[in-house]
C-alpha cells in the first residue's frame, strides 16, 4: 500500500488503481459472506460483532503503527457529531443492510447499491431551468427504470422477496446518506479516521438491539462462519476501507468512484460463484439503465462537448 502521505508520481497510479481495485473485488467477498452469516446468525448482531471488531483493531493500528497517519484529537462537538450523524447513519443502514441480504438476492442489492452516486446528485437541490438540473433528473430517470425492471416481475407474481426488494432500495439511499455525514465531517478528520471512530460507535447503538436478537435467538458457532466474519472484519472492513480510503488521498473523488460502477459487478461475480445465483437477462438490462444514469449523472459533459454544444446556465 502506497504511504499516506507520499507525493503522487506517475509510476504509482498504477498501485493506487489495482488497490481500489482490490478493494471492490473485497466488497464484493465480503457481502457473500454478510448474505451467509445472516442466514445463520440475527442480522443486527452480525453487523454489531463485526464494526466493533472492526472498529476496535483501525484504533490499535493508529495507536501502534504510522500506516494511517496521525491521529487527529477529538474535540467534544466532535465526538457529539460521530455519534449523531455517522455512527447512527451507519447503524441504521446495516441494520437495513443486513436484513435485505437475509430476504433477497446479493447481486440485487448491489446493483441497487449502485444508484447511490444518481441519489446523491438529486440530493444537491431541487430542480432548476438549467443543464445541471436536467442531467441529474435525466440521470435519476434512468436509474429508476433500472430499479423498475427488477420490481416488477415481483410486484406481478407477488413474489415473497419483495420486503427484501424494498429494503435494497433503502439500502442506496442510507448509504448516500452516510456518505454525506462522512463527507461533512471530513473537514476535520481522514477517512480512516472516521471510520475507526464510526463503527464502534455504530456496534455500540446497535448493541441493544442485538442483545433482543440473541433472546430469541442463539448464534451458531461454526468454524466456517467464525472464519466468513473474521474475513469480513479484516478484508471487508480495515482493508478495503484503508485501500480505498488512500486512494481518496491520492486521486479526486469523482476518479476514485469510477470504481464504484465496479461494486455490483463485483457482488455479482462472488454471488453467482460462491452462491449459484443466477445472473438474469432482466439482472444485466437493469444494470444497463443504472450505469447510464450513473454515467449520465457524473459525466462532465461540458467538458466533453463545449459550452456552444449543451446550455449550461
Known amino acids: 500500500m502506497l504511504e499516506f502521505g507520499r507525493v503522487e508520481t506517475k509510476s504509482n497510479h498504477g498501485a493506487i488503481a489495482f488497490g481500489l ?9 465480503n457481502n457473500v459472506g454478510v448474505k451467509v ?9 452480525t453487523g454489531c460483532t463485526r464494526f466493533l471488531a472492526a472498529g ?7 495507536r501502534w503503527t504510522k500506516w494511517f497517519g496521525r491521529r487527529t484529537p477529538l474535540t467534544a462537538e466532535m465526538k457529539r457529531l460521530l455519534w449523531v450523524r455517522s455512527g447512527l447513519s451507519l447503524a441504521v443502514y446495516i441494520v437495513v ?4 441480504l437475509k430476504l433477497t438476492e446479493l447481486s440485487h442489492v448491489a446493483l441497487y447499491l449502485g444508484a447511490a452516486p444518481v441519489w446523491a446528485l438529486l440530493w444537491e437541490g431541487p430542480p432548476e431551468k438549467n443543464w445541471k438540473s436536467l442531467q441529474r433528473y435525466g440521470a435519476a430517470a434512468l436509474a429508476f427504470c433500472g430499479v423498475l425492471i427488477l420490481f416488477l416481475p415481483m410486484l406481478r407474481h407477488r413474489a415473497s422477496n419483495l420486503l427484501g426488494e424494498i429494503l435494497g432500495l433503502a439500502c442506496s439511499v442510507l448509504w448516500t446518506n452516510f456518505g454525506r455525514q462522512c463527507r461533512s465531517l471530513g473537514r476535520e478528520l481522514s477517512g480512516m479516521e472516521i471510520s475507526a ?45 484503508a485501500l480505498w480510503n488512500n486512494g481518496l488521498r491520492h486521486w ?3 476518479q476514485v468512484y469510477l470504481f464504484n460502477n465496479l461494486i455490483p459487478l463485483s457482488n455479482m461475480a462472488w454471488a453467482n460463484v460462491c452462491l449459484g445465483e443466477p445472473v438474469t437477462t432482466r439482472f444485466w438490462i437493469s444494470m444497463l439503465f443504472i450505469a447510464s444514469g450513473v454515467l449520465l449523472g457524473q459525466a462532465n459533459w461540458q467538458r466533453i462537448f463545449g459550452v456552444r454544444w449543451l446550455p449550461f446556465d
Open 37 to 45: 452469516l445472516v442466514q445463520f446468525w440475527p442480522p443486527i448482531t
Open 21 to 29: 481495485l482490490l478493494a471492490v473485488i473485497l466488497w464484493g467477498a
Open 252 to 254: 479526486k473523488t469523482s
Open 97 to 100: 443492510f443486513n436484513w435485505a
Open 197 to 241: 471512530h464510526t463503527f464502534w460507535r455504530a456496534a455500540l447503538l446497535l448493541a441493544p438491539f442485538s442483545v433482543v436478537e440473541l433472546v430469541n435467538k442463539t448464534i451458531s458457532w461454526r468454524t466456517d462462519l467464525a472464519l466468513a466474519q473474521l474475513f469480513c472484519i479484516i478484508g471487508g472492513s480495515v482493508v478495503a476501507f
Open 56 to 62: 476496535l483493531l483501525m484504533l490499535a493500528l493508529f
